[in-house]
Protein backbone atom coordinates (compact mmCIF):
# COMPACT_ATOMS: atom_id res chain seq x y z
CA UNK A 1 0.00 0.00 0.00
CA UNK A 2 1.64 3.57 -0.99
CA UNK A 3 2.58 5.97 1.81
CA UNK A 4 2.12 8.43 -0.11
CA UNK A 5 -0.57 10.59 0.27
CA UNK A 6 -1.54 12.66 -3.08
CA UNK A 7 -2.83 15.79 -1.52
CA UNK A 8 -0.24 15.77 1.12
CA UNK A 9 2.40 15.58 -2.07
CA UNK A 10 0.59 17.85 -4.28
CA UNK A 11 0.89 20.70 -1.62
CA UNK A 12 4.65 20.16 -0.33
CA UNK A 13 5.60 19.80 -3.96
CA UNK A 14 3.47 22.80 -4.67
CA UNK A 15 5.28 24.79 -1.64
CA UNK A 16 9.01 24.09 -2.51
CA UNK A 17 8.86 24.90 -6.21
CA UNK A 18 7.16 28.49 -5.25
CA UNK A 19 9.25 28.95 -2.30
CA UNK A 20 12.81 27.33 -3.37
CA UNK A 21 13.44 25.86 -6.65
CA UNK A 22 12.02 28.81 -8.56
CA UNK A 23 14.11 31.09 -7.26
CA UNK A 24 16.96 29.19 -7.65
CA UNK A 25 16.35 27.93 -11.22
CA UNK A 26 15.73 31.94 -11.64
CA UNK A 27 19.21 32.21 -10.52
CA UNK A 28 20.61 29.17 -12.73
CA UNK A 29 18.85 30.52 -16.18
CA UNK A 30 20.71 34.48 -15.59
CA UNK A 31 23.91 32.16 -15.78
CA UNK A 32 24.95 31.69 -19.67
CA UNK A 33 26.64 28.38 -19.42
CA UNK A 34 26.48 27.32 -23.18
CA UNK A 35 27.74 23.90 -23.71
CA UNK A 36 31.46 23.46 -24.08
CA UNK A 37 30.89 22.95 -27.89
CA UNK A 38 28.88 26.65 -27.88
CA UNK A 39 32.07 28.24 -25.65
CA UNK A 40 34.84 25.89 -26.42
CA UNK A 41 36.33 28.52 -23.26
CA UNK A 42 33.95 27.67 -20.64
CA UNK A 43 36.36 26.98 -18.05
CA UNK A 44 38.12 30.46 -18.04
CA UNK A 45 34.85 32.09 -18.17
CA UNK A 46 33.56 30.16 -14.84
CA UNK A 47 29.79 30.07 -16.12
CA UNK A 48 29.67 25.89 -15.63
CA UNK A 49 31.34 26.46 -12.04
CA UNK A 50 28.77 28.94 -11.35
CA UNK A 51 25.55 26.72 -12.83
CA UNK A 52 26.64 23.20 -10.56
CA UNK A 53 28.27 25.53 -8.02
CA UNK A 54 24.54 26.99 -7.40
CA UNK A 55 22.59 23.29 -7.96
CA UNK A 56 24.78 21.18 -5.86
CA UNK A 57 24.36 23.89 -3.01
CA UNK A 58 20.65 23.89 -3.53
CA UNK A 59 20.86 20.01 -3.41
CA UNK A 60 22.33 19.87 -0.07
CA UNK A 61 20.22 22.74 1.34
CA UNK A 62 17.18 20.23 1.50
CA UNK A 63 18.81 18.15 4.00
CA UNK A 64 17.04 15.25 2.91
CA UNK A 65 17.97 11.83 4.83
CA UNK A 66 20.55 9.74 3.78
CA UNK A 67 21.34 12.10 0.35
CA UNK A 68 25.32 12.31 -0.57
CA UNK A 69 26.15 14.48 -2.90
CA UNK A 70 29.54 14.89 -5.47
CA UNK A 71 30.56 16.81 -7.61
CA UNK A 72 33.14 14.81 -9.76
CA UNK A 73 35.66 16.53 -11.86
CA UNK A 74 37.57 14.36 -13.92
CA UNK A 75 40.82 15.62 -15.94
CA UNK A 76 40.16 17.81 -19.26
CA UNK A 77 35.98 17.23 -18.76
CA UNK A 78 32.85 18.63 -17.57
CA UNK A 79 31.83 18.10 -13.98
CA UNK A 80 29.35 15.65 -13.12
CA UNK A 81 27.04 15.81 -9.93
CA UNK A 82 26.96 12.51 -8.42
CA UNK A 83 24.45 11.72 -5.59
CA UNK A 84 23.40 8.48 -3.70
CA UNK A 85 20.89 7.94 -1.83
CA UNK A 86 20.54 4.12 0.04
CA UNK A 87 16.94 2.36 -0.08
CA UNK A 88 15.22 -0.84 0.74
CA UNK A 89 15.79 -4.09 -1.29
CA UNK A 90 18.48 -4.82 -3.75
CA UNK A 91 17.58 -2.32 -6.75
CA UNK A 92 18.79 0.91 -8.01
CA UNK A 93 16.98 3.56 -10.17
CA UNK A 94 18.75 5.87 -11.97
CA UNK A 95 17.35 9.37 -12.20
CA UNK A 96 19.05 11.59 -14.87
CA UNK A 97 19.44 15.18 -16.04
CA UNK A 98 21.52 18.24 -16.99
CA UNK A 99 22.61 21.67 -16.45
CA UNK A 100 24.46 22.90 -19.67
CA UNK A 101 22.85 25.14 -22.27
CA UNK A 102 22.03 25.90 -26.08
CA UNK A 103 23.79 29.11 -27.19
CA UNK A 104 21.16 32.42 -27.22
CA UNK A 105 19.56 32.10 -30.43
CA UNK A 106 17.73 35.57 -31.98
CA UNK A 107 14.14 36.36 -31.49
CA UNK A 108 13.72 36.73 -27.94
CA UNK A 109 10.11 38.96 -27.90
CA UNK A 110 10.44 42.58 -26.14
CA UNK A 111 11.08 42.05 -22.33
CA UNK A 112 12.20 38.55 -22.71
CA UNK A 113 15.90 36.95 -23.02
CA UNK A 114 17.89 34.09 -22.97
CA UNK A 115 19.99 35.07 -19.41
CA UNK A 116 16.65 36.99 -17.94
CA UNK A 117 14.39 35.26 -15.83
CA UNK A 118 10.79 36.28 -16.73
CA UNK A 119 7.67 34.93 -14.65
CA UNK A 120 4.68 35.45 -16.28
CA UNK A 121 1.85 33.20 -15.11
CA UNK A 122 2.44 29.62 -15.04
CA UNK A 123 5.86 30.21 -17.55
CA UNK A 124 8.85 30.73 -15.68
CA UNK A 125 10.85 31.90 -19.92
CA UNK A 126 14.51 31.55 -20.05
CA UNK A 127 17.35 29.51 -21.42
CA UNK A 128 17.77 26.33 -19.47
CA UNK A 129 15.11 26.44 -17.49
CA UNK A 130 12.60 23.92 -19.15
CA UNK A 131 16.21 21.99 -20.72
CA UNK A 132 16.76 20.73 -18.39
CA UNK A 133 17.53 23.10 -15.57
CA UNK A 134 14.71 21.73 -13.84
CA UNK A 135 15.79 18.60 -13.88
CA UNK A 136 17.74 18.31 -10.55
CA UNK A 137 15.89 20.47 -8.90
CA UNK A 138 13.11 18.44 -9.72
CA UNK A 139 14.77 14.75 -8.65
CA UNK A 140 15.91 15.70 -5.56
CA UNK A 141 12.27 17.10 -4.59
CA UNK A 142 10.99 13.72 -5.38
CA UNK A 143 13.01 12.08 -3.33
CA UNK A 144 12.44 14.49 -0.51
CA UNK A 145 8.55 13.49 -0.55
CA UNK A 146 9.66 9.60 -0.46
CA UNK A 147 11.52 10.88 2.71
CA UNK A 148 8.80 12.77 4.36
CA UNK A 149 6.50 10.08 3.48
CA UNK A 150 8.53 7.32 4.89
CA UNK A 151 7.42 5.39 1.60
CA UNK A 152 9.41 2.23 0.49
CA UNK A 153 12.15 3.07 -2.36
CA UNK A 154 15.22 1.39 -4.25
CA UNK A 155 18.17 2.61 -3.74
CA UNK A 156 18.34 5.69 -6.20
CA UNK A 157 21.31 7.66 -7.75
CA UNK A 158 21.11 10.79 -9.78
CA UNK A 159 23.65 11.87 -12.53
CA UNK A 160 23.64 15.32 -13.55
CA UNK A 161 26.52 15.94 -16.46
CA UNK A 162 27.43 19.06 -18.01
CA UNK A 163 28.01 18.77 -21.90
CA UNK A 164 24.55 16.74 -22.75
CA UNK A 165 24.14 19.61 -25.27
CA UNK A 166 27.20 18.64 -27.29
CA UNK A 167 26.19 15.38 -27.56
CA UNK A 168 27.55 14.16 -23.96
CA UNK A 169 31.67 12.98 -25.14
CA UNK A 170 32.38 13.27 -21.16
CA UNK A 171 29.32 11.13 -19.88
CA UNK A 172 30.31 7.40 -20.63
CA UNK A 173 33.73 8.24 -18.68
CA UNK A 174 32.03 9.66 -15.57
CA UNK A 175 29.59 6.12 -16.08
CA UNK A 176 32.73 4.09 -16.57
CA UNK A 177 34.14 5.27 -13.55
CA UNK A 178 31.31 5.33 -11.09
CA UNK A 179 30.22 1.94 -12.84
CA UNK A 180 31.04 -0.59 -9.15
CA UNK A 181 28.81 2.43 -7.84
CA UNK A 182 26.08 2.64 -9.96
CA UNK A 183 25.50 -0.93 -10.39
CA UNK A 184 23.01 -2.74 -12.40
CA UNK A 185 20.10 -0.13 -12.36
CA UNK A 186 16.57 -1.60 -12.73
CA UNK A 187 14.92 1.75 -13.51
CA UNK A 188 15.93 4.56 -15.91
CA UNK A 189 14.24 8.57 -14.63
CA UNK A 190 15.45 10.59 -17.53
CA UNK A 191 13.64 14.14 -17.54
CA UNK A 192 15.00 15.86 -20.36
CA UNK A 193 12.29 14.77 -22.94
CA UNK A 194 8.94 16.45 -23.84
CA UNK A 195 5.71 16.15 -23.38
CA UNK A 196 2.36 16.12 -26.07
CA UNK A 197 0.53 18.53 -23.89
CA UNK A 198 0.48 19.70 -20.24
CA UNK A 199 -3.01 17.76 -19.33
CA UNK A 200 -1.13 14.29 -18.57
CA UNK A 201 1.96 12.38 -18.26
CA UNK A 202 3.89 11.50 -21.14
CA UNK A 203 6.33 8.54 -21.98
CA UNK A 204 9.07 8.85 -24.53
CA UNK A 205 9.03 5.40 -26.33
CA UNK A 206 11.87 6.29 -28.67
CA UNK A 207 14.43 9.01 -29.56
CA UNK A 208 16.15 9.58 -32.91
CA UNK A 209 19.68 9.23 -34.20
CA UNK A 210 21.60 12.31 -35.45
CA UNK A 211 24.38 12.35 -37.92
CA UNK A 212 25.72 16.04 -38.04
CA UNK A 213 28.77 17.84 -39.92
CA UNK A 214 29.56 20.42 -42.04
CA UNK A 215 29.15 20.12 -45.93
CA UNK A 216 32.33 22.46 -47.28
CA UNK A 217 32.03 23.71 -51.35
CA UNK A 218 35.11 25.52 -52.51
CA UNK A 219 35.70 26.58 -56.01
CA UNK A 220 37.95 29.93 -55.82
CA UNK A 221 40.85 31.24 -53.89
CA UNK A 222 39.41 34.50 -53.19
CA UNK A 223 35.88 36.24 -54.37
CA UNK A 224 36.42 37.43 -57.50
CA UNK A 225 33.53 40.40 -59.65
CA UNK A 226 30.35 38.25 -60.03
CA UNK A 227 29.90 39.62 -63.55
CA UNK A 228 33.40 39.23 -64.57
CA UNK A 229 33.47 35.44 -63.63
CA UNK A 230 29.88 34.05 -63.61
CA UNK A 231 29.50 31.71 -66.52
CA UNK A 232 33.02 30.83 -66.53
CA UNK A 233 33.00 29.95 -62.63
CA UNK A 234 30.54 27.36 -61.08
CA UNK A 235 28.61 28.92 -58.02
CA UNK A 236 29.77 27.01 -55.23
CA UNK A 237 26.31 27.60 -53.39
CA UNK A 238 24.76 25.79 -56.83
CA UNK A 239 27.02 23.05 -56.00
CA UNK A 240 26.51 22.78 -52.47
CA UNK A 241 22.18 22.78 -53.62
CA UNK A 242 22.96 19.63 -56.04
CA UNK A 243 25.01 17.30 -53.43
CA UNK A 244 21.98 18.14 -50.87
CA UNK A 245 19.76 16.79 -53.85
CA UNK A 246 22.18 13.19 -53.62
CA UNK A 247 20.98 13.20 -50.00
CA UNK A 248 17.26 14.88 -49.79
CA UNK A 249 14.27 15.29 -52.54
CA UNK A 250 13.97 18.88 -52.21
CA UNK A 251 10.18 18.76 -53.50
CA UNK A 252 9.15 15.94 -50.50
CA UNK A 253 11.61 16.09 -47.71
CA UNK A 254 12.29 12.47 -48.49
CA UNK A 255 15.88 11.27 -47.77
CA UNK A 256 17.07 9.33 -50.24
CA UNK A 257 20.71 7.22 -48.72
CA UNK A 258 19.44 3.71 -47.55
CA UNK A 259 21.60 4.15 -44.71
CA UNK A 260 19.27 6.84 -42.81
CA UNK A 261 16.15 5.34 -42.69
CA UNK A 262 14.69 2.06 -41.00
CA UNK A 263 11.36 0.65 -40.87
CA UNK A 264 8.94 1.56 -38.19
CA UNK A 265 7.82 -1.20 -35.58
CA UNK A 266 3.85 -2.14 -35.30
CA UNK A 267 4.09 -0.96 -31.37
CA UNK A 268 5.17 2.46 -32.29
CA UNK A 269 3.12 3.14 -35.17
CA UNK A 270 -0.10 1.91 -32.90
CA UNK A 271 1.44 3.95 -30.13
CA UNK A 272 1.84 7.49 -33.07
CA UNK A 273 -2.43 6.39 -33.59
CA UNK A 274 -3.19 6.61 -29.85
CA UNK A 275 -1.03 9.71 -28.94
CA UNK A 276 -2.72 11.86 -32.52
CA UNK A 277 -6.04 10.63 -31.03
CA UNK A 278 -5.03 13.01 -27.95
CA UNK A 279 -3.34 15.89 -29.63
CA UNK A 280 -5.35 16.33 -32.66
CA UNK A 281 -4.22 18.84 -35.11
CA UNK A 282 -1.93 20.44 -32.32
CA UNK A 283 0.47 17.88 -33.51
CA UNK A 284 1.51 20.30 -36.14
CA UNK A 285 -0.57 23.55 -34.90
CA UNK A 286 2.08 24.26 -31.73
CA UNK A 287 4.61 25.16 -34.70
CA UNK A 288 4.43 29.00 -35.35
CA UNK A 289 3.79 28.61 -39.06
CA UNK A 290 3.86 32.03 -40.72
CA UNK A 291 0.35 32.91 -42.52
CA UNK A 292 0.02 30.46 -45.32
CA UNK A 293 2.33 27.83 -44.29
CA UNK A 294 1.10 24.46 -44.17
CA UNK A 295 2.43 21.01 -42.48
CA UNK A 296 3.99 18.33 -44.27
CA UNK A 297 2.02 14.66 -43.86
CA UNK A 298 -1.35 13.70 -44.19
CA UNK A 299 -2.76 13.52 -41.08
CA UNK A 300 -1.76 13.51 -37.42
CA UNK A 301 -0.21 10.13 -37.19
CA UNK A 302 1.88 10.27 -39.71
CA UNK A 303 2.98 13.46 -38.71
CA UNK A 304 3.76 12.19 -35.25
CA UNK A 305 5.74 9.36 -37.43
CA UNK A 306 7.38 11.61 -39.51
CA UNK A 307 8.86 13.26 -36.26
CA UNK A 308 9.66 10.42 -34.65
CA UNK A 309 11.02 7.55 -36.89
CA UNK A 310 11.82 9.16 -40.20
CA UNK A 311 15.31 10.43 -41.64
CA UNK A 312 15.28 14.45 -41.74
CA UNK A 313 17.74 17.10 -43.22
CA UNK A 314 17.89 20.65 -41.88
CA UNK A 315 20.54 22.99 -42.78
CA UNK A 316 21.67 24.91 -39.37
CA UNK A 317 24.35 27.25 -40.23
CA UNK A 318 26.30 28.76 -43.31
CA UNK A 319 29.34 30.23 -43.35
CA UNK A 320 31.11 31.70 -46.67
CA UNK A 321 27.52 33.95 -47.26
CA UNK A 322 27.60 37.26 -46.30
CA UNK A 323 24.89 39.17 -44.49
CA UNK A 324 23.08 41.07 -46.86
CA UNK A 325 24.12 44.49 -46.09
CA UNK A 326 27.31 43.37 -46.79
CA UNK A 327 26.65 41.46 -50.17
CA UNK A 328 28.52 43.00 -53.28
CA UNK A 329 28.56 41.95 -56.80
CA UNK A 330 30.93 38.92 -55.70
CA UNK A 331 31.14 35.49 -56.80
CA UNK A 332 32.00 33.88 -53.50
CA UNK A 333 35.12 31.10 -53.14
CA UNK A 334 33.15 29.09 -51.13
CA UNK A 335 29.62 28.18 -49.43
CA UNK A 336 29.97 25.67 -46.14
CA UNK A 337 26.81 24.54 -44.78
CA UNK A 338 26.20 23.00 -41.32
CA UNK A 339 23.84 19.61 -41.47
CA UNK A 340 21.88 18.38 -38.94
CA UNK A 341 20.40 14.49 -40.23
CA UNK A 342 17.76 13.11 -37.95
CA UNK A 343 18.09 9.45 -38.07
CA UNK A 344 15.19 6.92 -37.51
CA UNK A 345 16.00 5.41 -33.28
CA UNK A 346 17.25 1.79 -34.54
CA UNK A 347 19.29 3.54 -37.65
CA UNK A 348 23.33 2.83 -37.34
CA UNK A 349 24.63 6.37 -36.99
CA UNK A 350 28.41 5.64 -37.44
CA UNK A 351 27.08 3.89 -40.72
CA UNK A 352 24.75 6.53 -41.80
CA UNK A 353 27.61 9.12 -40.79
CA UNK A 354 29.71 7.82 -43.19
CA UNK A 355 27.57 7.05 -46.01
CA UNK A 356 25.96 10.77 -46.24
CA UNK A 357 30.26 11.79 -46.32
CA UNK A 358 30.78 9.02 -48.88
CA UNK A 359 27.26 10.32 -51.27
CA UNK A 360 28.30 13.76 -50.98
CA UNK A 361 31.92 13.71 -51.60
CA UNK A 362 31.85 11.24 -54.33
CA UNK A 363 32.64 12.68 -58.50
CA UNK A 364 32.45 16.59 -57.30
CA UNK A 365 30.21 18.86 -60.37
CA UNK A 366 32.87 21.13 -62.03
CA UNK A 367 35.83 18.83 -59.55
CA UNK A 368 35.05 21.73 -57.07
CA UNK A 369 36.76 20.85 -53.66
CA UNK A 370 33.99 19.16 -52.00
CA UNK A 371 34.28 17.99 -48.15
CA UNK A 372 31.92 16.84 -45.19
CA UNK A 373 33.47 17.34 -41.73
CA UNK A 374 31.09 15.31 -39.42
CA UNK A 375 31.09 15.41 -36.07
CA UNK A 376 30.70 12.62 -33.54
CA UNK A 377 27.36 10.89 -34.48
CA UNK A 378 24.61 10.42 -32.04
CA UNK A 379 22.76 7.54 -31.50
CA UNK A 380 19.20 6.79 -31.34
CA UNK A 381 17.11 4.34 -29.14
CA UNK A 382 13.88 2.51 -29.18
CA UNK A 383 12.77 1.77 -25.49
CA UNK A 384 12.13 -2.21 -24.27
CA UNK A 385 8.15 -2.79 -23.70
CA UNK A 386 7.49 -1.35 -20.62
CA UNK A 387 6.73 -3.86 -17.75
CA UNK A 388 3.73 -4.60 -16.10
CA UNK A 389 4.42 -2.70 -13.33
CA UNK A 390 5.40 0.55 -14.78
CA UNK A 391 3.01 0.72 -16.89
CA UNK A 392 0.58 0.72 -14.21
CA UNK A 393 2.61 3.12 -12.21
CA UNK A 394 2.27 5.79 -15.25
CA UNK A 395 -0.91 4.87 -15.72
CA UNK A 396 -2.29 5.74 -12.37
CA UNK A 397 0.50 8.45 -11.96
CA UNK A 398 -1.19 9.96 -14.26
CA UNK A 399 -4.63 9.69 -13.12
CA UNK A 400 -3.93 10.81 -9.34
CA UNK A 401 -2.16 13.94 -10.27
CA UNK A 402 -3.38 15.30 -13.62
CA UNK A 403 -6.74 13.15 -13.82
CA UNK A 404 -5.92 12.27 -17.19
CA UNK A 405 -4.57 8.52 -18.38
CA UNK A 406 -0.73 8.51 -19.30
CA UNK A 407 0.27 8.79 -23.53
CA UNK A 408 3.26 7.69 -24.72
CA UNK A 409 5.07 8.62 -27.88
CA UNK A 410 8.67 9.06 -29.55
CA UNK A 411 10.49 12.06 -29.56
CA UNK A 412 12.30 13.74 -32.73
CA UNK A 413 15.35 14.84 -30.57
CA UNK A 414 18.50 13.28 -29.61
CA UNK A 415 19.60 12.00 -25.89
CA UNK A 416 22.71 10.58 -26.56
CA UNK A 417 22.57 9.25 -22.72
CA UNK A 418 19.81 7.01 -23.72
CA UNK A 419 21.41 4.91 -26.04
CA UNK A 420 24.60 4.36 -23.87
CA UNK A 421 22.86 3.47 -21.32
CA UNK A 422 19.89 1.33 -23.06
CA UNK A 423 23.01 -1.20 -24.27
CA UNK A 424 24.68 -0.60 -20.82
CA UNK A 425 21.78 -1.55 -19.23
CA UNK A 426 19.48 -3.79 -21.52
CA UNK A 427 17.37 -4.91 -18.76
CA UNK A 428 16.46 -2.26 -16.81
CA UNK A 429 12.86 -0.25 -17.37
CA UNK A 430 13.15 3.49 -18.48
CA UNK A 431 10.86 6.71 -17.84
CA UNK A 432 11.68 9.18 -20.26
CA UNK A 433 9.89 11.73 -19.42
CA UNK A 434 9.99 15.80 -19.66
CA UNK A 435 8.64 19.14 -19.30
CA UNK A 436 9.10 20.49 -22.92
CA UNK A 437 5.75 20.91 -24.59
CA UNK A 438 3.96 23.22 -26.51
CA UNK A 439 5.67 26.25 -27.24
CA UNK A 440 8.39 25.45 -24.49
CA UNK A 441 10.72 25.85 -27.74
CA UNK A 442 13.97 24.44 -26.24
CA UNK A 443 17.11 25.58 -28.08
CA UNK A 444 14.82 28.58 -29.78
CA UNK A 445 13.86 31.60 -28.87
CA UNK A 446 11.06 32.09 -25.54
CA UNK A 447 12.09 28.84 -24.29
CA UNK A 448 10.16 28.60 -21.38
CA UNK A 449 9.02 25.79 -18.13
CA UNK A 450 5.59 24.97 -17.80
CA UNK A 451 5.60 25.42 -13.95
CA UNK A 452 2.42 23.33 -12.99
CA UNK A 453 3.73 20.41 -15.08
CA UNK A 454 6.85 20.81 -13.50
CA UNK A 455 5.10 20.36 -10.19
CA UNK A 456 3.14 17.85 -10.80
CA UNK A 457 5.95 15.27 -12.67
CA UNK A 458 7.96 15.80 -9.23
CA UNK A 459 5.32 13.98 -7.39
CA UNK A 460 4.83 11.28 -10.92
CA UNK A 461 8.36 10.68 -10.00
CA UNK A 462 8.08 10.38 -6.59
CA UNK A 463 5.29 7.72 -6.92
CA UNK A 464 7.09 5.37 -9.57
CA UNK A 465 10.19 5.44 -7.26
CA UNK A 466 7.85 3.69 -4.85
CA UNK A 467 6.13 1.38 -7.71
CA UNK A 468 9.17 0.53 -8.69
CA UNK A 469 10.72 -0.64 -5.20
CA UNK A 470 7.26 -2.94 -4.95
CA UNK A 471 9.19 -5.39 -7.43
CA UNK A 472 12.15 -5.50 -5.87
CA UNK A 473 13.14 -8.37 -3.44
Known amino acids: ?90 GTALLYGHLDKQPEMTGWSDGLGPWTPVRRGDRLYGRGGADDGYSAFAAVTALELLARAQARHARCVVLIEACEESGSPDLAAYVDLLAPRIGQPSLVVALDSGCGNYDQLWGTTSLRGMATGTLRVEVLNEGVHSGDASGIVPSSFRIARALLSRIEDERSGEILVPELRAPVPRDRAEQAQAAAQVLGESVAGRFPFVAGARPMGSDSAARILARTWQPT ?158 IEP
Request: proline share 11%; glycine share 8%.
Open 1 to 90: MSRLDPAAGRAHSEATWEEAILPALERYIAIPNRSPSFDPQWREHGHMERAVTLVADWCRSRNVPGLALETLRLPNRTPLLFMEMPGAGT
Open 313 to 470: LSVTGADGIPALVSAGNVLRPYTALKLSLRLPPTADAPRATAAVKRVLEADPPHGARVRFDPEAPGPGWNAPAFAPWLERAMAHASQTHWGKPAVFMGEGGTIPFMGMLGAKYPNAQFLITGVLGPGANAHGPNEFLHIPTAKRLTCAVAHVLEAHAE
